[in-house]
């Protein structure tokens, strides 16, 4: 079923166009990346469909209901923490069911648990390391009611150890939950690893100039990193972004 | 409090230090009392005269809190509203600044004539000193909000009211205590000020009544009871803050 549906935008900055007629889907329960180079204008779209921005032309859906210029239709988790530092981390996980409406603080307790975060429960964000802080923010983002979670490069800020370990982390909790999820990358590795289909954007202005679909089953193992099909995968997609 | 010890023995050493040369350069110039009386007379005075000095004492403290409660609460209700309705701040800030350049000195008798000797013309004037300070922080700390953070609240649906009280308020809290630090410590001098346009009690009547017969070391306890007021009000709103913004106080802590 499809839950989120992207027809024919566009946007300008001024005379900076930065999206053109640029349509994709995402099904229910789907973990879809969006792969482009710096400044291909990843951000702009999430932009636009958290109804930051209106887009010129063009519509969002969001299991029918028309979302462009609806702020709060969707949950989100950018690419810095953005953690506030006078809550614990408590509070901050439920900071966007309280945005909602109803928090509920059970709930959180258990996933920060399971997070390996029981133990700092209370503590401020400055108590937490960069990786703590990501996972505080992913949970928040996961606790959050909407039906769709957009992530715009969390790992990105993260050393490669820590990226691994939050990459694995990550793919337990999908397993787990089973949200639907359109995540930001220009890491094209963690595209694979991730997810279940890949949009590969060519810049300027961006539009979808290849769809790719990961031919890996799940749950995912960390071994399809030395995979000969992963290797091929890379290759493909790599091709697939030099050629735009 | 160990570290107020740790921290305060070197100034509370200087301080001592200036206490000896000056008794000890009154005594040899053999400066009259009347010109600048030793330490020691001051203290005395101090200890001699306490019940005497207390009503006054009581009345200007009375006077400045009430006066700082006022002040804050204008001050922060004008940083609110200038905030969340900008038309208005383009409006009335420059206004605002401009109004801080004239001269309680000069306006303070001319609230007496408008107001009488009541109280409402002393509060006027310890208002006037006080707002601005915690308006100008208050506002300062609603403009400085980071702008992921605000990029954040607003992508998951934060209406303009859950902004200010889950973003912009908390984290002006800071400055604001900034603001607020400063404003206690002018109460004392706007009560003081106040207090000389007439008055029946305070340590502003005090002093007048000191320096035109010509009792110089009562001049002196008033000039060190206001100082000591002042700091005392700066150590309130130090607590507060420790007490309200914990996050912050652990933060520095740790560096
Ligand atoms: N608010 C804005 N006003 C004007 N231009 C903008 C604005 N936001 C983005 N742009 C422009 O749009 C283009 C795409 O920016 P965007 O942030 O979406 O890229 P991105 O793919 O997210 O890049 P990165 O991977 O570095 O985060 C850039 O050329 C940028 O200058
Ligand atoms: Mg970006």
């Not at chain 1, 606790?143 to 337990?172: N, V, Y």
């Not at chain 2, 305060?8 to 400066?31: K, Q, S």
Request: hydrophobic letters at 50%; charged letters at 15%.
């Amino acid at each position: 079923m499809i839950q989120l549906s992207v027809n024919s935008l566009t946007k300008s900055f001024d005379s900076n166009r930065v999206l053109s007629n640029l349509s994709f889907q995402v099904n229910e329960g789907e973990f879809v990346s969006i792969l482009g180079p710096s400044g291909s204008g990843k951000s702009t779209i999430f932009n636009l469909i958290g109804g930051m921005l209106l887009p010129d032309e063009g519509s969002i859906t969001l299991g029918n209901v028309e979302i462009s210029g609806k702020r709060g239709s969707i949950s989100y988790m950018p690419q810095t923490p953005s953690l506030m530092p006078w809550r614990t981390t408590l509070q901050n996980v439920l900071l966007g069911q309280e945005i909602m409406g109803k928090a509920d603080p059970e709930t959180a307790r258990k996933m920060l648990q399971k997070a390996g975060l029981g133990d700092y429960e209370n503590a401020f964000p400055h108590e937490l390391s960069g990786g703590m802080k990501q996972r505080a923010a992913f949970i928040r983002a996961l606790l959050s009611p909407q039906p769709i979670i957009l992530l715009d490069e969390p790992f990105s800020a993260l050393d490669e150890l820590t990226r691994l370990d939050m990459q694995k982390w990550l793919l337990d909790i999908w397993n787990e939950h089973k949200p639907t999820i359109l995540f930001v990358t220009h890491n094209i590795e963690e595209a694979i690893y991730l997810s279940d289909r890949i949009l590969i954007l060519g810049s300027k202005p961006a539009k979808v100039v290849q769809e790719f679909k990961v031919p890996f089953g799940r749950p995912r193992m960390e071994g399809i990193f030395l995979d000969k099909n992963f290797l091929e995968c890379k290759r493909s997609i790599h091709h697939a972004l030099k050629n735009h | 409090m160990i570290n107020v010890f740790r921290k305060g023995w070197r100034p509370a050493a200087v301080l001592l230090l200036l206490f000896i040369l000056w008794e000890m350069a009154v005594n040899l110039a053999e400066v009259p009392a009347w010109l600048l009386p030793p330490p020691t007379d001051i203290i005395q005075e101090a200890v001699m005269g306490w019940e005497g000095f207390r009503p006054h004492l009581q009345s200007t403290v009375l006077l400045s809190l009430c006066g700082f409660a006022i002040g804050t609460a204008i001050g922060l209700l004008t940083a609110v509203i200038l905030h969340l309705l900008p038309f208005i701040r383009e409006s009335i800030y420059p206004l605002l600044i401009l109004s801080q350049n004239v001269p309680i000195i000069v306006l303070a008798p001319l609230l007496v004539v408008w107001f009488g000797f009541g109280i409402l013309p002393k509060l006027i004037v310890i208002t006037l000193v006080c707002f601005f300070p915690i308006t100008v922080a208050a506002l300062d700390g609603f403009r400085q909000t980071p702008g992921e953070l605000r990029h954040y609240m607003l992508m998951a649906g934060a209406g303009r009211g859950q902004l200010f009280w889950k973003l912009e308020l908390p984290y002006s809290l800071p400055s604001l205590f900034s603001g607020l630090k400063i404003s206690a410590t002018y109460s004392v001098m706007g009560a003081v000020i106040s207090e000389w346009l007439g008055a029946k009690a305070g340590i502003g009547v005090f002093m007048t009544l000191a320096s035109s017969s010509f009792r110089t070391d009562r001049v002196f306890v008033a000039i060190f009871a206001i100082m000591l007021l002042s700091l005392l009000f700066f150590g309130g709103i130090l607590l507060a803050e420790r007490l309200l913004i914990k996050w912050k106080s652990r933060e520095s802590g740790r560096k």
